[in-house]
Structure formats: structure tokens, C-alpha cells
């Protein structure tokens, strides 16, 4: 594995996700923003925020796999979330528990959360990307 997981001392745990990870692999894989679109470009989960965030955990699996990486390589994920608010983090966080039960691993590297005002779409309400070093 090319990527090593910490909390260091003086930071807060957060379940959610770790502070700070730490590459040794040769190869980055870039993974594109991944929207709730299923193969064929339809929107999984109109309105439902948990089922959309789920989707791209997924697709972010399938682009990893397609790169010969795993969620247990990335380093960093960036979220971003439509007219975000932190009354929303219970349905976030479903959604992440639901992708990690399909995928048999808990995605939980260092990660950034943002607010935005709109996506490409109008049905889109999350976008996930991710950054991995494998090798």
C-alpha cells in the first residue's frame, strides 16, 4: 500500500476521515469529479443526497479500479455539496456508510467538504473527486 493514514498528536480525531496521509507510491492517479451518474449517464437518486453520495463514492471505485488503484490508495478527497449546510452531514455520512458496505472498505482519507451553489446539472447535489498514489 502506497499510502499510510495518521491523526497525529494536537489534531482532533474525526471519524469521518483521517488528517493526514502520507504517499510512497511512484504513480499518481487523478480521478475527475464523479457525479451520481450511473454507466449510461443517468442520474441516480434525484434529490436524495445520501443516495447521490453514495453513487459517487461508487463511481470514484470504479475509476480507481479502472487506474488498478483501490479507496485504501487515495490520499486526498474533495467533496463538493449543493447549497451545503451542516444539517446535512447525517445524510453525507449515510451515504458514505452505504458505499463502503458495498465496496468492503471504509473511504475515509484526508478530505475536504464545500459548499457550492450549483453543479453541472441542476439534479446533481454532490460531486466526489479523489487524488491516489499506487506503486
Excluded at 507510491?25 to 453520495?53: K, P, R, Y
Excluded at 483501490?70 to 446535512?88: E, G, N, Q, S
Excluded at 458514505?96 to 468492503?104: H, K, N, Y
Aim: aromatic share 6%.
Amino acid at each position: 500500500m502506497a499510502v499510510k493514514m495518521i491523526d497525529p498528536d494536537g489534531l482532533p480525531r474525526v471519524g469521518a476521515y483521517h488528517q493526514v496521509s502520507i504517499a510512497t507510491g511512484s504513480a499518481l492517479v487523478f480521478v475527475a469529479g464523479q457525479v451520481a451518474w450511473d454507466a449510461n449517464g443517468e442520474t441516480i437518486g434525484a434529490g436524495d443526497l445520501a443516495a447521490q453520495v453514495e453513487r459517487c463514492y461508487l463511481n470514484v471505485a470504479s475509476a480507481l479500479a479502472g487506474a488498478g488503484a483501490t479507496f485504501a490508495d487515495v490520499a486526498k478527497v474533495t467533496v463538493h455539496v449543493v447549497d451545503w449546510t451542516p444539517d446535512k452531514m447525517p445524510l453525507f455520512l449515510e451515504g458514505v456508510a452505504r458505499a463502503a458496505e458495498q465496496l468492503g472498505t471504509t473511504p475515509v482519507p484526508p478530505g475536504t467538504l464545500i459548499g457550492v451553489a450549483a453543479l453541472d446539472v441542476p439534479e446533481h447535489l454532490v460531486e466526489v473527486e479523489a487524488v491516489a498514489v499506487v506503486g
